[in-house]
């Protein structure tokens, strides 16, 4: 299901998608090509089938341990790489989610000023009619001035988005078509995640490498032929490095646990919380309807009205910042796991290096 930051009743005409929006994946592509680190990282993809696993090496001669050395090396580099490709790419998301959500909150406070205007008029006629008291009218423009406020933060805020956007994604914003969540490619269950995370979260595959790279240099050292003081000292040095690698792993290990546990629970509480908004925005017009016909036959003052109206624009601002947040918790969350890169998401990292 493709989640609209959509206002309900509003139309919000930023976030209709047309055949001439920016997608998403287009973002996304534009940002690595304005990054030399992903360049660099298609070019190694493109170069390797599959990344290699670190394993356990057993004994050779000492040249092979100097090849295999550099080799794991390098691919301690590469997943390096990987760490800032996902954080470029997730930095993407959310400048591209940013402004997605920027504009339909300014269009929300453009739509709240025409209506608080209109509701003015009508109260400024039924005061010369003598159908309204002088305070209706004072309420009426103290309310119009606030929403006024808040359509020039809005707007302060739409600027700001629309210059991150533009430093982060490397192009200028067009119109943005609505994004999908990156559920479905999401592990099924937090205990996945965890284990996937475990895995190949490229800071615990890196740490692995590093482990590799110093069991192979305790190696190379204790195959040396000339055996002196120096050397006894190289070995057991290479050694107290070895143990702290493997250290390394294990709290690698243990942080990406961590951090898959705490985006899981941002990401599930996102869903929960837009459940509830579009709850709280069917009621919130329901209720506002009613203060309407009950104003119209006088049970209900001109600042009942407003106040459900402004009550109804703040639940309707929940649901798009829900919205927002249960797209950008979900490439978190794939980000936690290991996976955030543009091969995951389908994308033809080829574009980058041309």
């Not at 329901?286 to 001109?302: D, P, W």
Request: net charge neutral; aromatic share 4%; with cysteine.
């Amino acid at each position: 299901m493709k989640f609209i930051l959509s206002l309900l009743v509003l139309c919000v005409t930023t976030l209709c998608c047309t055949a001439a929006s920016d997608m998403l994946d287009q973002a996304l592509l534009s940002a690595s090509q304005n990054s030399p680190l992903l360049i660099a990282q298609c070019a190694l993809a493109a170069a390797t089938t599959d990344t290699p696993v670190p394993q356990t090496l057993d004994g050779d001669d000492q040249a092979t341990d100097r090849t295999r050395l550099a080799e794991t090396s390098a691919a301690a580099a590469g997943e390096a790489l990987r760490v800032a490709e996902q954080t470029i790419l997730l930095n993407a998301v959310a400048a591209y989610m940013d402004l997605l959500r920027d504009g339909a909150l300014l269009e929300l406070q453009r739509r709240n000023f025409q209506v608080v205007a209109e509701s003015l008029r009508v109260t400024l006629e039924r005061f010369d009619a003598g159908e309204a008291v002088r305070t209706d009218v004072t309420q009426g423009e103290t309310h119009l001035t606030s929403v006024r406020a808040m359509v020039a933060r809005a707007e302060a805020q739409y600027a700001r988005s629309r210059v991150t956007y533009g430093r982060v994604i490397g192009v200028a914003a067009g119109k943005l078509a609505p994004a999908a969540p990156a559920d479905r490619l999401i592990p099924r269950s937090l205990v996945d995640s965890i284990e996937v995370g475990r895995a190949r979260h490229p800071d615990v595959v890196g740490a692995a490498f590093s482990v590799d790279v110093a069991l192979l240099q305790v190696k190379i050292h204790e195959a040396s032929t000339n055996r002196g003081g120096a050397e006894e000292r190289s070995i057991r040095q290479a050694k107290e490095t070895l143990a702290q690698r493997r250290i390394d792993l294990d709290t690698a290990r243990d942080r990406a646990q961590a951090n898959v546990v705490a985006t899981w629970g941002e990401w599930d509480t996102a869903k929960s919380r837009v459940l509830a908004a579009q709850a709280l925005v069917v009621a919130n017009e329901i209720g506002l309807n009613g203060q309407r016909e009950k104003a119209r036959s006088g049970e209900r003052s001109t600042l009942d009205v407003f106040d459900a109206q402004q009550e109804l624009v703040e639940t309707r601002i929940a649901l798009v910042t829900g919205q927002h947040d249960r797209v950008v918790t979900s490439y978190a969350l794939l980000a936690a796991v290991g996976e955030l890169n543009l091969r995951k998401l389908r994308i033809d990292c080829r574009s980058a290096v041309r």
